[in-house]
């Protein structure tokens, strides 16, 4: 048997994700009607879901720490903690931010 609590939670659960799945589209819906490119629009959307979806974050973190394990030999380097490979990711984000 399920307690109130678990019910409330699950119904602000239900309501934040629609909250935040709505304000994605919108975004994605205003930038591509502003007249620019998908990819752009995308990366706004990918950040309003994030921000407005605190389980997103997580999920991001953890991709952007297991994106850092596959880089990182392919490079060369060994990191000895999830604050360098979140760092070295940044910086090569940056580097290619810059580049293109």
Not at 41 to 66: F, I, N, S, W
Request: aromatic residues 8%.
């Amino acid at each position: 048997m399920r307690s109130k609590f678990q019910n409330l939670a699950d119904r602000a659960a239900l309501w934040l994700t629609i909250i935040a799945i709505g304000a994605g589209s919108v975004t994605l819906v205003t930038w591509l009607l502003i007249g620019f490119e998908f990819n752009f629009a995308l990366v706004r959307t990918v950040t309003v879901l994030v921000m407005a979806c605190p389980h997103a974050l997580e999920l991001a973190a953890g991709v952007a720490y297991g994106f850092g394990i596959l880089l990182t030999p392919a490079v060369g380097a060994v990191f000895m903690s999830a604050s360098t490979v979140i760092v070295a990711i940044n910086a090569m984000l940056m580097r290619r931010a810059k580049l293109s």
